[in-house]
């Protein structure tokens, strides 16, 4: 049981409870500040002064007061007129992290939600009955209105669910799980739900804990190729990476020795090379800065994770609701386009030691295109191809979503940060790297084959007899999708990191 107060959400208790489903409730002290600012939008309501969200429309109808009779069929209101999500449905997973990170930012007490309504949505999450929300729709400010919109109308009984595997109306969900529906929204709890940055939070975070994973399998893909061509060691002298003083690359450069501290493939400066290639010789450099891209962006999700990002604030000590902007998903929107620059990168560096190892001009002694009968087999020259081509595509993703803004609700919300599509272009470039690191493991087994594989390092030597228990040695040209597609899922299972 993870206990939410709004305060301590880290990325490893998110990925618990969005893969693990472990369960969670809000902390004592959380509900008493539910409680406290509830009680403030009461007394707002029966005194019919006029505060945005509350008894207002939205938007550029924020000058338009509503009568407090009307205030619970206008939250209804808002939340079916904001389902406009279209695309296809965000994995469970993504909605799960939504629902999370939108009750840790509720139980703050600074959004005037009813307690009833929080716990609603965590008996949802709880029980694992999961709305059906579409992955485009959101300018990123106000927030993610749309996709949070079809996550909280299953509350009230719309929209659709998935629960037991199955696509079904919200009502039938529902009423499966044994739950019951809200019998309606009150004043101001529409916004509450659907004003914040969840969605792109969520997609951004399970990118971010992938690319940490993903980072441990590029640095044993690295070992094996630098293996694979008999590469010098000398560049990842820790002495070297002090001097510079970045702490991603003096990281990755100790992981890779310590990989390879046993080898008898690698070769010291002089013995048969005086240096190698950049792939190879600044891959501290290129891999370190991707780590430091990761602590950075993690520092901005965690953060977002606690954040209030409603409209408006409740500060019910004072008696106040202040209309701001922290639903703006610019924080979000620049990590997400930087991490996905990142990530590209991880690609890049990779594709060219591929490259080196098909290549006979380049790949000291290994058969061209990595096959002992070159000719009349083509070998690894297409694996190759496709990763150049995973390459090339996340270059144009790369392109950052958050220099885009496009003016909305009748110019009143005239800036827009675009973080939803900054995330998930992070998520597609994510996968298309996994699939680029995949190639070289499949390229750099089957080179180190030809150079002797008792020679390696033990712990090198442990990835490739996982690759080999799936893998066989490509003695003449046989169809190679699956073999590239089994290695992808055995990186997805964290195989080659346990």
Known sequence: MIILDGNNC????????????????LSDEGKRKVLLSRKFIDEVIESEKPVYGINTGFGKLSDVTINKCDTSK?????LMSHACGVGEPYSLEVVRGMMLLRINALVKGYSGIRLITLEKLIELLNNNVIPVVFEKGS?????????????SLPLIGLGEVFYNGKRMSALEGLKEAGIAPLESLEAKEGLCLINGTQAMTSVGALT???????????????????EALNAITDAFDERIHLLRGHKGQIEFSRKVVNLLKDSHLTTKQGEMRIQDAYSIRCAPQVSG????????VRNTIETEMNAVTDNPIVFAESEEAISAGNFHGEPLAFALDYLGIALSEMANIAERRIERMVNPSLSNGLPPFLVAKPGINSG??????SAASLVSENKVLSHPAS????????????????????????????????KVIAMELFASAQAIDFRGKSKMSTATQKTYFIIRKYIPFIENDEIMYPHIHKLEDLIKTNQFNK
Do not use: C, W
């Open 380 to 385: 690894f020259m297409i694996v190759q191809y």
């Open 74 to 78: 206008l939250q209804k209101n808002l």
């Open 403 to 434: 220099v885009d803004s496009i003016p909305s609700s009748a110019n009143q919300e005239d800036h827009v940060s675009m973080g939803s599509i900054s995330a998930r272009k992070a998520g597609m470039i994510l996968d298309n790297v996994r």
């Open 10 to 25: 880290t990325l490893e208790q998110f990925i618990a409870v969005v893969r693990e489903h472990e369960l969670v409730e």
């Open 139 to 151: 300018l990123g400010a106000s927030g993610d209105l749309a996709p949070l919109s079809h996550m």
């Open 208 to 226: 971010l804990y992938d690319s940490y994973q993903l980072m441990d399998v590029s640095a044993i893909a690295l070992a094996m190729t630098m």
């Open 289 to 296: 800065a991707i780590i430091d891209t990761l602590e950075f």
